[in-house]
């Protein structure tokens, strides 16, 4: 039974939760939410940004239905999802695994695979532009070197998705390896300690401890890497090649939005596209936490 | 315990209000792209010569990079918080024209500022002068003389048609497997250029109300532009590679090179020898006026001296002779005096065709929507460039888009 | 939860003991090899970068790229450091990142308590607003936000640069995650003895929660650091301007020659700070979770 403290209940109570989430609550209603509701109204609107907004009703989203352009970049965000989402999750596993050792060295090793995601996607883009370049890049030149004729990578619409995806897993490996990191530490070594008593291998000590208590962790990487990938943009703006069919036809939302909004003018229709995406987004997270309880163990409950 | 607690969060609220507030006011704000990034000391030289001539006014300037130059500038139209006095490109111009966002300028404007006739032009909206040309630059034919002088050709001159152009190309590539004849981009900017040259082909129709951007003779310019890829003088896309089309002028595997006057400074150590000439032409001359002008906001405070400003930036000889000394585009004024050092600065030698190309100026076509409509037909050019539409079929593409954004 | 036993077994040699060491000697060998292996993955590109930094101007141009720079010339460090000056914006980065750093921790582990450890009606609705307000793409909040900053009077200050980052929900999630994952256990024993929450808080939580505050202290400092976007509106003036923004003015428009090796060495020097960062606070990774024991 749960220990009743006094002043656990009533006004008491709420007097401590006010304490610890006010200050996060009002700034998060002034600076977020607030622009998040512009937006929402915005999508109503037709609005160039230089004279006022006018309002057109469903007009947007009725636009948003017949844009061929729009469901292309949708094709290709979840493609780079489904492509990218389980790569990073269970090699960022690997690694973290990797680097949680006491081993000579290790330091040198986290803080090598932190520096990718430290860089800034201009030089990373520019870096990777060249590796996968058909004639002069390393890749094809290692292909060749196999005997298979290397694809036209970044020039091409089809493999431009699979160098955006190896280059954003070489990335964000550093970046999701930090977050296990974080709950494997988390774990109490007496688990540990007690197994080996037991004379438990280090397979059934990861499988039948770390996994488990890792769960928490796991949840919450995968509900970031999905609001994360289906944002992705850096990499699609920057690297296709320039007038490439790649550069053409290969697109993110956040790409399709940043067009609309910046280049185009059209304010109303990129936030029109971007409540489309929250809402895939909103749905698609609602279902995992429903389907939290199924997998996830939390030591406190 | 608590204590240490408010004592942090003391120490976090008196950090939050350090703040470095630029004092309120009423000089006259300058926002530019121009200058950035390395002609902000140029244009530094230019505001002390004002704040000099008109005691009184001070000129605070503010500049972004070319790329986010237009969303800042519109994010402080939007906030009600406008620059009195901004920069503005000519693609751009129309659609701040159209939307109340500048000053008509031309009661402020004095007759005798010597502008280029044409430039003041296109600066001008429904009959009123909306903003003052700044700057111009424009496209030229770059060539490489030692490739020339191997092939044992001729320079080209300023009576070239683009079959001349050919034939030399064809010659040097025969130099080698690795050196091209000529690099002319197959994309947008250069289609409506040499849809100017063609003469016959027209983007829109006399009352613009329709696109007639797949006729007959701008199909047949389109052609023209590919065949130089399509009698492999010029690398595609892919046979290029990724490597820079400058670059490979600069290399010196290329023969022959349209590019902009802005280049001069970049090939100014190339590793040959190397001049320009005006472009060649299909059946009429026509070369890219590229233009930036200066602009008063419609919400400015102060019109009167913010216009003086405006004029001074870009027609003063002071203004004149700082930008010519440093490199910093051309003037777009039509005092030849002016010019005289620019003009004997080499390489490259044949400056004079900057201003042959001036007599021949073509504009970008401009609507309300431009950019959807530049990305739009340079999707579509650049897939005839692949090989992967018809010259035809792109451009009947084309004119059902640009339809649907004009409607 | 076991109480961890204050006796050692003595070790003894048997058959299973042996099968263990030449696992773990066959594991020892794997992991030293893919860390090499991931070593040269990760830096191997960054090679060329650098390289590129110490090229001058006209030779980055030459193509295919070439990796050793020759000649080699430190001119791009110089003359970046003329044009951009240095030493105010890397402050202004640094005072930004620390203060904002600090002031994440603080707001987010604070919601993050209300939400682990504490039972109210609403709270779940109310972290699932948190989750939902990560899902809009933040490009199309920027334009809302400036008006806002502009309301405020906090244009082209320190404000506009470090408060809307505080309350980014990221933070609260991680420290949420983390906050669940710790057992009742302590707190019980604490409100017996007349704790009330803030001490539970301050005392208890967050000192077993280090690494995931390492993570978000690392995070947190990294997203402040190479912010872009959100300083380029608000922060144009010299005096509070940010390491990205004026490293972007060496991006030269469509009608320029942008100078890569300046780009480059402008790359190099901003990202040593946060490996600076990172170095530090990796540390409390290895830091193990103290059992405090139980009292009484």
Request: proline share 5%; aromatic share 14%.
């Amino acid at each position: 039974m749960r220990v009743m403290v006094a002043g656990d209940t009533g006004w008491q109570k709420w007097k401590w939760v006010l304490f610890f989430i006010v200050p996060s609550l009002a700034g998060l209603l002034i600076f977020i939410l607030i622009p998040i509701l512009t937006s929402v109204w915005l999508s109503f609107q037709d609005w160039n940004l230089l004279s006022p907004p006018e309002f057109i009703g469903l007009a947007n989203f009725q636009e948003l239905v017949n844009d061929a352009s729009f469901w292309q970049a949708l094709q290709y965000t979840l493609g780079y999802i489904l492509l990218y989402l389980p790569a990073a999750f269970v090699l960022g596993l690997g690694l973290a695994l990797l680097l949680n050792q006491k081993l000579r060295g290790v330091v040198i090793v986290r803080t090598a695979t932190f520096l990718p995601v430290v860089a800034s996607w201009v030089v990373v883009s520019l870096i990777w532009k060249w590796i996968f370049n058909p004639q002069y890049g390393l890749i094809n030149y290692g292909l060749s070197l196999l005997g298979i004729s290397g694809p036209a990578w970044l020039f091409d619409a089809n493999t431009a998705l699979y160098a955006l995806v190896i280059t954003s897993v070489w990335k964000d490996l550093g970046y999701v390896a930090v977050l296990y990191l974080g709950g494997l530490q988390s774990i109490s070594p007496i688990y540990y300690e007690a197994s080996q008593i037991d004379g438990a291998s280090a397979w059934q000590r990861l499988w039948f401890i770390t996994l488990p208590l890792l769960t928490p962790t796991m949840f919450f990487i995968v509900i970031i890497l999905l609001i994360n990938s289906f944002q992705v943009f850096d990499q699609f703006w920057l690297m296709p090649m320039r007038d490439s069919a790649a550069d053409r036809q290969v697109e993110a939302i956040v790409t399709a939005v940043v067009k609309n909004a910046f280049s185009y003018n059209r304010m109303g229709y990129a936030s029109a596209m971007s409540m489309v995406l929250f809402a895939l987004i909103f749905i698609v997270t609602f279902v995992q936490l429903r389907l939290q309880n199924r997998w996830v163990h939390y030591e406190s409950e | 315990m608590l204590r240490k607690f408010f004592l942090i969060g003391m120490i976090l609220l008196l950090a939050l209000t350090m703040s470095t507030a630029l004092a309120q006011d009423t000089t006259l704000r300058y926002f530019t792209f121009s200058a950035d990034p390395d002609h902000l000391e140029d244009l530094d030289q230019i505001v002390a010569a004002f704040e000099e001539a008109n005691p009184g006014i001070t000129v605070e300037v503010e500049h972004a990079p070319f790329a986010d130059y237009f969303t800042l500038l519109q994010a402080d139209v939007v906030s009600g918080d406008a620059p009195d006095v901004f920069e503005l490109n000519y693609e751009n111009f129309v659609t701040y024209a159209a939307n109340d966002t500048l000053l008509d300028i031309s009661s402020y404007v004095s007759a005798d500022a010597p502008y280029y006739p044409r430039a003041l032009e296109a600066f001008q909206y429904e009959g009123a002068q909306m903003a003052l040309p700044e700057s111009f630059s424009t496209v030229l034919l770059f060539y490489n003389a030692d490739l020339f002088d191997q092939a044992g050709l001729d320079y080209p001159t300023d009576e070239w048609t683009w079959d001349d152009a050919m034939t030399a190309a064809q010659a040097i590539r025969a130099l080698g497997s690795d050196t091209w004849g000529i690099f002319s981009p197959v994309q947008f900017w250069e289609f409506y250029k040499k849809a100017a040259q063609n003469g016959e082909c027209q983007f829109f129709n006399e009352d613009m109300t329709e696109s007639t951007i797949n006729s007959e003779a701008c199909v047949q310019t389109l052609d023209t532009m590919m065949s130089f890829i399509n009698e492999d003088v010029m690398p595609s896309t892919e046979e290029l590679s990724g490597v820079g089309d400058s670059d490979l002028f600069l290399s010196g595997k290329l023969g022959m090179y349209v590019s902009g006057i802005w280049m001069f400074s970049a090939f100014a150590d190339a590793p040959f020898n190397w001049d320009v000439q005006i472009e060649p032409m299909i059946n009429q001359h026509a070369h890219h006026f590229f233009a930036n002008g200066v602009a008063v906001s419609s919400t400015t405070e102060n019109p009167e001296a913010a216009a003086a400003w405006a004029q001074f930036l870009t027609s003063s000889e002071t203004a004149a002779s700082v930008r010519l000394a440093s490199n910093w585009e051309l003037p777009a004024l039509d005092e030849p005096s002016y010019f005289e050092s620019y003009l004997s600065q080499t390489p490259p030698a044949n400056r004079t065709a900057v201003f042959q190309a001036l007599e021949s100026p073509v504009v970008p076509p401009v609507i309300e929507r431009q950019a959807e409509m530049q990305d739009g037909v340079n999707a579509l050019i650049t897939q005839v460039a692949d090989g992967t539409l018809t010259s035809q079929d792109a451009l009947d593409q084309a004119k059902d888009l640009i339809d649907s954004l004009i409607q | 939860m076991r109480v961890s036993s204050t006796r050692t077994l003595p070790q003894v040699e048997t058959e299973g003991t042996q099968q263990r060491h030449a696992e773990r000697r066959f594991l020892r060998l794997l992991a030293y090899a893919t860390m090499i292996a991931l070593v040269l993955i990760m830096i191997l590109p960054f090679g060329w970068m650098l390289s590129t930094s110490l090229k001058t101007q006209q030779y980055i141009l030459r193509t295919p790229p070439e990796l050793i720079p020759n000649p080699l010339s430190f001119e791009s460090y110089t003359q970046l450091a003329e044009r951009i000056d240095m030493g105010r914006t890397f402050f202004n980065s640094v005072f930004v990142a620390v203060v904002g750093t600090a002031g994440q921790l603080l707001v987010s582990s604070m919601a993050a308590y209300a939400f682990a450890r504490m039972r109210w009606r609403g709270r779940n609705a109310i972290f699932l607003l948190y989750l939902a307000t990560m899902m809009v793409p933040s490009v199309v909040l920027v334009l809302p936000q400036f008006i806002i900053i502009r309301l405020f009077g906090w244009a082209n200050t320190y404000q506009a640069l470090i408060v809307p980052g505080l309350f980014n929900a990221f933070g609260t999630f991680l420290l949420r995650q983390s906050f669940l994952s710790l057992p009742r256990d302590f707190e019980e024993a604490a409100f017996i003895d007349g704790a009330n929450h803030f001490t539970i808080f301050w005392r208890i939580i967050l000192p077993l929660s280090l690494p995931a505050l390492a993570t978000l202290t690392i995070l947190s400092f990294m997203g402040s650091w190479n912010a872009y976007l959100w300083p380029l509106f608000v922060a144009r003036n010299q005096a509070v301007q940010t390491l990205p923004v004026a490293l972007g003015v060496l991006q030269a428009g469509p009608r320029a020659l942008t100078e890569w090796n300046l780009v480059m060495a402008g790359a190099g020097i901003s990202v040593l700070p946060i490996l600076i960062v990172y170095l530090f606070a990796q540390k409390w990774f290895v830091q193990s979770v103290v059992s405090n024991g139980l009292k009484g």
